[in-house]
Protein backbone atom coordinates (compact mmCIF):
# COMPACT_ATOMS: atom_id res chain seq x y z
CA UNK A 1 0.00 0.00 0.00
CA UNK A 2 1.37 3.49 -0.77
CA UNK A 3 2.18 5.55 1.91
CA UNK A 4 0.69 8.07 0.84
CA UNK A 5 -2.56 6.32 0.58
CA UNK A 6 -2.70 6.49 4.06
CA UNK A 7 -2.63 10.04 4.42
CA UNK A 8 -5.58 9.84 2.14
CA UNK A 9 -9.00 11.11 3.56
CA UNK A 10 -10.85 9.65 1.12
CA UNK A 11 -8.90 6.19 2.47
CA UNK A 12 -9.88 6.74 5.81
CA UNK A 13 -13.49 8.26 4.98
CA UNK A 14 -14.00 4.94 3.39
CA UNK A 15 -12.73 2.72 6.08
CA UNK A 16 -14.94 4.63 8.52
CA UNK A 17 -18.07 4.39 6.10
CA UNK A 18 -17.38 0.60 5.63
CA UNK A 19 -16.77 -0.16 9.34
CA UNK A 20 -19.72 2.09 10.49
CA UNK A 21 -21.75 0.42 8.02
CA UNK A 22 -21.13 -3.10 8.65
CA UNK A 23 -21.64 -2.39 12.55
CA UNK A 24 -24.84 -1.21 12.09
CA UNK A 25 -25.95 -4.29 9.81
CA UNK A 26 -24.66 -6.41 12.55
CA UNK A 27 -26.39 -4.67 14.97
CA UNK A 28 -29.56 -4.06 13.34
CA UNK A 29 -29.52 -8.32 13.03
CA UNK A 30 -31.01 -8.37 16.90
CA UNK A 31 -34.03 -6.98 15.46
CA UNK A 32 -36.97 -9.02 13.20
CA UNK A 33 -35.90 -7.79 9.07
CA UNK A 34 -39.24 -8.61 7.84
CA UNK A 35 -39.96 -7.83 4.06
CA UNK A 36 -40.02 -4.78 1.79
CA UNK A 37 -43.90 -5.24 1.71
CA UNK A 38 -43.90 -5.83 5.81
CA UNK A 39 -40.81 -3.97 7.27
CA UNK A 40 -39.85 -4.95 10.53
CA UNK A 41 -37.83 -2.87 12.69
CA UNK A 42 -34.21 -4.53 11.72
CA UNK A 43 -35.40 -3.40 7.78
CA UNK A 44 -34.45 0.23 7.71
CA UNK A 45 -31.70 -0.33 9.64
CA UNK A 46 -30.13 -2.84 7.69
CA UNK A 47 -30.65 -1.34 4.47
CA UNK A 48 -29.32 2.31 5.49
CA UNK A 49 -26.12 -0.09 7.11
CA UNK A 50 -25.22 -1.85 3.50
CA UNK A 51 -25.64 1.35 1.66
CA UNK A 52 -23.19 2.82 4.09
CA UNK A 53 -21.04 0.05 3.75
CA UNK A 54 -21.19 0.57 -0.01
CA UNK A 55 -20.62 4.22 -0.26
CA UNK A 56 -17.42 3.50 1.97
CA UNK A 57 -16.02 0.41 -0.11
CA UNK A 58 -16.45 2.45 -3.67
CA UNK A 59 -14.49 5.53 -1.66
CA UNK A 60 -11.74 2.66 -0.61
CA UNK A 61 -11.32 1.10 -4.28
CA UNK A 62 -11.23 4.60 -5.76
CA UNK A 63 -8.24 5.84 -3.11
CA UNK A 64 -6.55 2.95 -4.06
CA UNK A 65 -6.79 2.98 -7.64
CA UNK A 66 -6.22 6.98 -7.66
CA UNK A 67 -3.28 6.37 -4.83
CA UNK A 68 -1.58 3.80 -7.47
CA UNK A 69 -2.14 5.49 -10.37
CA UNK A 70 -0.39 8.42 -9.57
CA UNK A 71 0.56 8.54 -6.15
CA UNK A 72 -1.30 11.58 -5.16
CA UNK A 73 -2.76 12.01 -1.33
CA UNK A 74 -5.29 14.31 -0.40
CA UNK A 75 -3.35 15.31 2.38
CA UNK A 76 -3.26 14.36 5.89
CA UNK A 77 -5.71 14.14 8.87
CA UNK A 78 -5.32 17.21 11.10
CA UNK A 79 -5.75 15.29 14.31
CA UNK A 80 -6.60 18.52 16.70
CA UNK A 81 -9.60 19.55 14.26
CA UNK A 82 -10.91 16.14 14.39
CA UNK A 83 -10.96 16.36 18.18
CA UNK A 84 -12.48 19.56 18.14
CA UNK A 85 -15.68 18.42 15.91
CA UNK A 86 -16.23 15.55 18.08
CA UNK A 87 -15.46 17.92 21.37
CA UNK A 88 -18.95 19.63 19.55
CA UNK A 89 -20.53 16.34 19.07
CA UNK A 90 -19.87 14.93 22.42
CA UNK A 91 -20.73 18.59 24.31
CA UNK A 92 -24.25 18.35 22.37
CA UNK A 93 -24.91 15.18 24.36
CA UNK A 94 -23.06 16.21 27.77
CA UNK A 95 -25.00 19.78 27.31
CA UNK A 96 -28.44 19.39 25.89
CA UNK A 97 -29.79 18.15 29.37
CA UNK A 98 -28.52 20.97 32.08
CA UNK A 99 -28.45 23.70 29.57
CA UNK A 100 -31.61 23.14 27.40
CA UNK A 101 -31.50 23.20 23.65
CA UNK A 102 -30.86 26.84 22.53
CA UNK A 103 -27.75 27.31 24.69
CA UNK A 104 -26.50 23.74 23.76
CA UNK A 105 -26.81 24.80 19.81
CA UNK A 106 -24.93 28.06 19.94
CA UNK A 107 -22.21 26.23 22.25
CA UNK A 108 -21.51 22.96 19.89
CA UNK A 109 -21.67 25.36 16.29
CA UNK A 110 -19.22 27.73 17.89
CA UNK A 111 -16.73 24.47 18.98
CA UNK A 112 -18.01 22.86 15.51
CA UNK A 113 -17.40 26.08 13.78
CA UNK A 114 -13.39 26.66 15.80
CA UNK A 115 -12.82 23.07 14.05
CA UNK A 116 -12.10 25.08 10.71
CA UNK A 117 -9.17 26.66 9.52
CA UNK A 118 -11.16 30.04 8.62
CA UNK A 119 -12.60 30.32 12.12
CA UNK A 120 -14.09 33.87 13.26
CA UNK A 121 -16.16 34.32 16.18
CA UNK A 122 -18.82 36.69 14.96
CA UNK A 123 -19.33 34.42 11.85
CA UNK A 124 -20.08 31.66 14.47
CA UNK A 125 -22.20 33.38 16.65
CA UNK A 126 -24.23 34.27 14.22
CA UNK A 127 -24.48 31.14 12.52
CA UNK A 128 -24.96 29.82 16.22
CA UNK A 129 -28.13 31.62 16.92
CA UNK A 130 -29.81 30.98 13.40
CA UNK A 131 -29.34 27.69 13.49
CA UNK A 132 -30.54 27.65 17.32
CA UNK A 133 -33.47 29.21 16.57
CA UNK A 134 -34.37 27.05 13.71
CA UNK A 135 -33.41 23.91 15.90
CA UNK A 136 -36.32 25.64 18.13
CA UNK A 137 -38.58 26.15 15.52
CA UNK A 138 -38.38 22.94 13.75
CA UNK A 139 -37.81 20.29 17.14
CA UNK A 140 -39.92 22.08 19.77
CA UNK A 141 -42.58 23.97 17.84
CA UNK A 142 -42.80 21.98 14.66
CA UNK A 143 -42.25 18.34 15.62
CA UNK A 144 -43.32 18.78 19.37
CA UNK A 145 -39.94 17.42 20.64
CA UNK A 146 -39.77 16.89 24.15
CA UNK A 147 -36.59 18.18 25.30
CA UNK A 148 -35.79 21.08 27.69
CA UNK A 149 -35.37 24.40 25.75
CA UNK A 150 -33.99 26.50 28.20
CA UNK A 151 -30.99 25.83 31.20
CA UNK A 152 -32.90 24.37 33.83
CA UNK A 153 -31.96 27.65 35.98
CA UNK A 154 -34.23 29.54 33.80
CA UNK A 155 -36.77 26.95 33.23
CA UNK A 156 -38.10 27.26 37.00
Known amino acids: MPSRLLHSQEFWSGCAFTAFGAI ?3 LAQSHPLG ?3 RMGPGYFPTVL ?3 LAGIGAVMLVKSVVVAVANGNG ?3 IDIWL ?3 VL ?3 AAFGLL ?3 LGLVLTAVIVVVVASWAGHEFQLGEALLNAVVLALLSYALFIRALGQTMPVWPWFLAG
Open 74 to 76: TGR
Open 96 to 98: LNP
Open 35 to 37: TAA
Open 49 to 51: GVL
Open 24 to 26: TVV
Open 82 to 84: LLR
Open 87 to 89: LAV
